[in-house]
C-alpha cells in the first residue's frame, strides 16, 4: 500500500524566507502527484498538480518539482508571507487513477 | 466560481441518530470522493464514484455507512446508526478523469459531533 510522508510536520519561518516542504511517497508508480492548502476550518484547495511524466510546476511564488525514482516531491515557496501560513498537504495519485493517498500534512506559519 | 457544495456544514446529534450528508460535485466532474478528516487518522478515504458508479468503498463501515449517487448533482453520506467514534470533519471532493483537468476539487466539510 502507498504510504505519503511529510516532514516536518510543523515549520514557523519569518516572513520573506524562503522555503522547501517534503513529501515523500513508497511505491513510485504513481499517477499525478497534487499539492494542498488547507486553512483552518476549510476544505482542501489545489495548487498544483504533477503528472507523473512532469519534472515540475510552478505557479506564481510555488514551485513543486517531483523526483518519482526516489519517490519524492518538493514544495518551494518563494518571499513567505503571513497569508501563506496553512496547512500544506501532498496527494499521490495510485497508478489505476481510483486513490489519492495523502501525507498528514505540514503546519506552516509565516510569522510578520 | 465552480465549486464543490456540502450540507450542513455542522451537525451535532445524538448517538444512535441517523446523519444525512450531502455533496453537490462541480457540474461536469464524473468523480466523487468522500473523505473523513480527524487529527489521530489525517484524511481517510470511504467511499468512490465515477460517472456515479461506486468503485471503491473499502475504507467505510459497511454496517453503518452508506453512500450512494442518485443523480450527477448529488452524493450522500449516511451513517445510521451513529456513534461518538463517528465524529469528524467529512469532506466530498469531485474530479475529472480527463487528462487535462484532474485537479480535485474539496468542499469547506461537515463537522460532525455525536454526542
Known amino acids: 500500500k502507498q504510504e505519503v510522508t511529510q516532514i516536518p510536520a510543523a515549520l514557523s519561518v519569518p516572513e520573506g524566507e524562503n522555503l522547501v516542504l517534503n513529501c515523500s511517497f513508497t511505491?513510485?508508480?504513481?499517477?499525478?502527484l497534487q499539492w494542498f492548502r488547507q486553512d483552518p476550518g476549510k476544505g482542501l484547495t489545489s495548487l498544483l498538480l504533477i503528472q507523473s511524466s512532469q519534472r515540475e510546476q510552478t505557479s506564481g511564488r510555488l514551485n513543486a518539482s517531483l523526483d518519482k525514482s526516489s519517490g519524492r516531491s518538493t514544495l518551494y515557496i518563494a518571499a513567505s508571507q503571513p497569508g501563506d501560513s496553512a496547512t500544506y498537504l501532498c496527494?499521490?495519485?495510485?497508478?489505476?487513477?481510483?486513490?489519492?493517498?495523502f501525507g498528514t500534512g505540514t503546519s506552516l506559519t509565516v510569522i510578520p | 466560481d465552480a465549486r464543490v457544495t456540502q450540507t450542513p456544514r455542522h451537525k451535532v446529534t445524538e448517538m444512535g441518530q441517523e446523519v444525512t450528508m450531502r455533496c453537490q460535485p462541480i457540474?461536469?466532474?464524473?468523480?466523487v470522493f468522500w473523505y473523513r478528516q480527524t487529527m489521530m487518522q489525517g484524511l481517510e478515504l470511504l467511499a468512490y464514484?465515477?460517472?456515479?458508479?461506486?468503485?471503491?468503498d473499502s475504507g467505510m463501515p459497511k454496517d453503518r455507512f452508506s453512500a450512494e449517487m442518485p443523480d450527477a448533482t448529488l452524493a450522500t453520506l449516511k451513517i445510521q446508526p451513529s456513534e461518538p467514534r463517528d465524529s469528524a470533519v467529512y469532506f466530498c471532493?469531485?474530479?475529472?478523469?480527463?487528462?487535462?483537468?484532474?485537479?480535485?476539487?474539496f468542499g469547506s466539510g461537515t463537522q460532525l459531533s455525536v454526542l
Open positions: 457540474l461536469g466532474h464524473n468523480t
Open positions: 511505491d513510485s508508480a504513481i499517477y499525478n
Open positions: 496527494a499521490v495519485r495510485g497508478h489505476t487513477g481510483n486513490q489519492f493517498y
Open positions: 471532493a469531485s474530479g475529472s478523469t480527463d487528462r487535462h483537468n484532474e485537479k480535485l476539487f
Open positions: 464514484f465515477r460517472n456515479r458508479a461506486p468503485l471503491d
